[in-house]
């Protein structure tokens, strides 16, 4: 029977521990990263899409961006689906920055990518280095893929 109450107290304060060694300073702030999609992606082959995108975020000295985006395209019965990440590193200072997304079609992808209407989702979750967070995201958008 002690050996029970034991085992069943280290298992009520082990949350109590994972929680305590998680570093204090992490936390999303309130401030929240906008993402506004270009209409017009460009097709650069059937394995790769680049899609234009306007990101705006609170002032913050970016160290890492775990972001990500999603396309997906209805290809003559089939859907072609792929993931990307952002070409260049995103800027925050309170105002609007042009970027893109490379999108490579998935490798179990039943189709690759063509000219026409896609659905993308674009989301950026942004720490400093002191790790203070701002995410956000497009929600879903379609884009008109051209060559």
């Excluded at 460009?42 to 990500?68: F, H, K, M, W, Y």
């Excluded at 200072?93 to 999108?103: F, V």
Aim: glycine content about 8%.
């Amino acid at each position: 029977m002690t050996n029970w109450i034991a085992r069943s107290a280290l298992a009520l304060a082990m949350p109590g521990l994972v929680i305590g060694m998680t570093p204090a300073a992490a936390h999303a702030d309130d401030t929240t990263v906008t993402i506004t999609v270009g209409a017009i992606g460009a097709l650069l082959d059937p394995t790769l899409v680049r899609v234009p995108a306007n990101i705006t975020c609170a002032t913050l000295e970016v160290a890492t961006n775990q972001g990500s985006a999603t396309l997906k395209q209805a290809v003559y019965g089939r859907i072609a689906f792929g993931s990307g990440y952002a070409e260049k590193p995103v800027i925050c200072d309170g105002t609007p920055h042009a970027n893109s997304y490379l999108i490579w079609v998935d490798s179990t992808s039943r189709a690759p990518f063509r000219q026409g209407s896609a659905t993308v989702q674009i989301s950026a979750y942004l720490c400093s280095p002191t790790f203070t967070c701002e995410s956000g995201g497009s929600g879903i958008q379609i884009v008109h893929l051209k060559r």
